[in-house]
């Protein structure tokens, strides 16, 4: 599954979750995410309309008497929530401090984050929608950067912002159609952390679209940010697939590799058992990954394993099935569900398995019961299914 984002009339953090939302990334979904922080953060979506085109208004509702907070706090804070949300919003968080603290001078550590609710839901849901999504890349168009003086405190200062334009340096920019402030730092970040190539909407089968709506509403100027979900035309996806064999590790340092590699956002990491020479045993790390991420993948590997080399070769997946995401509650507790279907049709129906073992906790009840139930309300339930065509 592929996306491509059309920000020419700008991009922000509520634009892009009303878009992801409209997509059909459901708010539970995004909601769960986002309780996980526990801080009491409530998204709701309504529908509106911008310069006569419908769209979706995701708003944060959250308790902003909060003090401003610095990178390390919230990098401890996402730690609860689950991957690959978390790598995500981490990457974006430490991209947006990194443009802070040159546009201000300032160490990274000291960078101030305001209105910090409204911002950790913002970025949380943000990446908890992407995955929802199943988006493998992510396309987008010359992103609209607004022109004219935007109120500040406490002088007046140029649109768009000093972040925005540090974040988006080397990227296809514009001014946009509006006299306004159309890109945000939030949205800036979002994109420069997770666009993988820059342009108009690369040939697709779509499945989809979804519009989110900005805070105004000009006559003139449709302030939507539009997202176009499908699957590339005869275009097999690359991906990396990086290995090494180390027979000289502590076997208990291997989980915890793995949960780096992961959570860095590799598709999968395995441990295959070896017998190299001399007779000694050993194990060969697998990593499959996609393109963009491999030279930080390459580093955990480096940094956490005794390896001191790497193969690494190109992969294409030929076949695949459009997968999905969608939510039920069992016992008031959310399972997310992973759907593949095969033209159309669904194949395979699994719930989560660490929100069963979360449910099961939370109910004092065993975890195949929970299991089971799952199973069934994903069956019974009209989910919608985000990546699958229409029924014919």
Not at 46 to 55: P, V
Not at 105 to 122: C, D, N, Q, S
Not at 244 to 261: A, F, G, H, S
Request: glycine share 10%; proline share 7%; aromatic share 4%.
């Amino acid at each position: 599954m592929i996306g491509w984002i059309d920000a020419r009339a700008g991009v922000s953090g509520d634009m892009l979750l009303g878009a992801l939302v409209d997509a059909g990334a459901s708010l539970d979904s995004l909601q769960t995410a986002v309780g996980q922080l526990g801080l009491g953060i409530t998204l709701t979506s309504t529908t509106c309309e911008r310069a006569g085109i419908g769209a979706t208004k995701v708003e944060v509702v959250a308790d902003e008497d909060l003090p401003s907070w610095h990178l390390p706090e919230i990098q401890r804070l996402l730690g609860r929530v689950d991957r690959p949300t978390r790598a995500t919003a981490c990457d974006i968080f430490r991209r947006l401090a990194e443009a802070e603290a040159r546009v201000h001078r300032i160490p990274l550590e000291r960078v101030p984050f305001h209105k910090i609710g409204a911002t950790l839901a913002g970025v949380v849901g943000i990446a908890a929608g992407f995955h929802r999504l199943g988006l493998e890349a992510l396309h987008c168009s010359p992103v609209g950067l607004g022109s004219g003086i935007a109120p500040r405190v406490p002088d007046s200062l140029s649109t768009p912002a000093p972040a925005a334009l540090e974040l988006l340096k080397g990227l296809p920019v514009a001014a946009g159609p509006g006299i306004t402030e159309s890109a945000t730092p939030m949205g800036a970040a979002v994109l420069a952390t997770l666009v993988t190539a820059w342009g108009e909407m690369p040939p697709l089968i779509m499945f989809g679209a979804g519009y989110g709506a900005g805070q105004d509403n000009p006559i003139d100027i449709a302030n939507v940010l539009r997202i176009v979900v499908g699957e590339p035309i005869d275009q097999p996806a690359r991906t990396v697939l990086l290995e090494t064999n180390v027979d000289d590790l502590d076997p208990r340092i291997w989980p915890y590799v793995i949960e780096r590699l992961l959570a860095a956002g590799a598709y999968d990491a395995w441990l295959t058992p070896i017998i190299m020479k001399k007779g000694r045993p050993a194990h060969t790390l697998s990593v499959l990954a996609p393109r963009q991420r491999a030279a930080q993948l390459r580093a955990i590997v480096f940094r956490e394993t005794s390896t001191i080399g790497l193969r690494e070769s190109t992969v294409d997946k030929h076949h695949r099935l459009a997968r999905s995401e969608g939510l039920v509650h069992i016992g008031g507790q959310p399972i997310r569900i992973k759907t593949a279907r095969l033209d159309g049709e669904s194949v395979n129906v699994n719930p989560e398995w660490r929100d069963v073992v979360a449910a099961a906790q939370a109910l004092g009840q065993p975890a195949k019961q929970v299991l089971a139930a799952a199973r069934r309300a994903a069956s019974e339930t009209a989910m919608t299914i985000v990546g699958a065509p229409p029924a014919p």
